[in-house]
Nanobody, 126 residues
Framework: QVQLVESGGGLVQPGGSLRLSCVAS????????MGWYRQAPGKERELVAT??????????DSVKGRFTISKTPPDRIKNTVYLQMDNLKPEDTAVYYC?????????????????WGQGTQVTVSS
């Protein structure tokens, strides 16, 4: 099994910055991609940014140029993904969820799994 633990959320004024972290713990063979999703009240969960094991990144149009996703080099036991959020806007307010997709476990090949963190609240308000 893999556990995802997020941290770094909080309250920030418009124009401010926050950095989210997500640690994926568990013995894995490979994680195809990790990413961040968010869900605002009354809305569906939406993609924010993803990064593949090879470092390819993908951003939603609403955060391009303001958010940066990065990660630590692939590791068998601990993998961390970050989301640097700059120039935050009130519409960025949401619960942010970490995701690990197409995870291969040593003892459960060839199956692949998807894991989610518990979420961290980001509130942008003056």
């Amino acid at each position: 099994q893999v556990q995802l633990v997020e941290s770094g959320g909080g309250l920030v004024q418009p124009g401010g910055s926050l950095r989210l972290s997500c640690v994926a713990s568990g013995v894995v063979l490979n994680i195809n991609s990790m990413g961040w999703y968010r869900q605002a009240p009354g809305k569906e969960r939406e993609l924010v940014a993803t990064i593949t094991s090879g470092g390819h990144t993908n951003y939603s149009d609403s955060v391009k140029g303001r958010f940066t996703i990065s990660k630590t080099p692939p590791d068998r036991i601990k993998n961390t993904v970050y989301l640097q959020m700059d120039n935050l806007k009130p519409e960025d307010t949401a619960v942010y969820y970490c995701n690990a997709d197409r995870v291969k476990l040593y003892n459960r090949l060839p199956d692949e799994y998807t894991y989610w963190g518990q979420g961290t609240q980001v509130t942008v308000s003056s």
